[in-house]
């Protein structure tokens, strides 16, 4: 089992810089592919990014060059640094994880067993 929580959400200006973090508990934390996905208002949830345990990262294109995601397997966390935001990026970013996610697959929020609560980002000027 893991539990997973996200922090480090806020409201911030567009152009702005945020770093959300997420935090894991559990065993074999290292084997495990790590995603964020965001939900807009009245938006189906979409993926953001995600880092696999070989360290290969994946973005959703329209982040691509703004955001970074990075993991440490010591600390047991996942980091995603924001920025370049733009109101379009505005929602609740999710925390995602699981130990068997084929690549094909990465950007399926179906494919992920675990979930955090979500913490919101605002971008507004």
């Known amino acids: 089992q893991v539990q997973l929580v996200e922090s480090g959400g806020g409201l911030v200006e567009p152009g702005g810089s945020l770093t959300l973090s997420c935090a894991a508990s559990?065993?074999?934390?290292?084997?495990?592919?790590l995603a964020w996905f965001r939900q807009a208002p009245g938006k189906d949830r979409e993926f953001v990014s995600a880092?696999?345990?070989?360290?290969?990262?994946y973005y959703e294109d329209s982040v691509k060059g703004r955001f970074t995601i990075s993991r440490d397997n010591a600390k047991n966390t996942v980091t995603l640094q924001l920025s370049g935001l733009k109101p379009e990026d505005t929602g609740v970013y999710y925390c995602?994880?699981?130990?068997?996610?084929?690549?094909?697959?990465?950007?399926?929020?179906?494919?992920?067993?675990?979930w955090g609560q979500g913490t919101q980002v605002t971008v507004s000027s």
């Open positions: 995602a994880a699981d130990a068997s996610i084929i690549l094909s697959s990465i950007r399926d929020q179906r494919q992920y067993d675990y």
């Open positions: 559990g065993r074999s934390f290292s084997r495990y592919t």
């Open positions: 880092i696999r345990y070989g360290y290969h990262t």
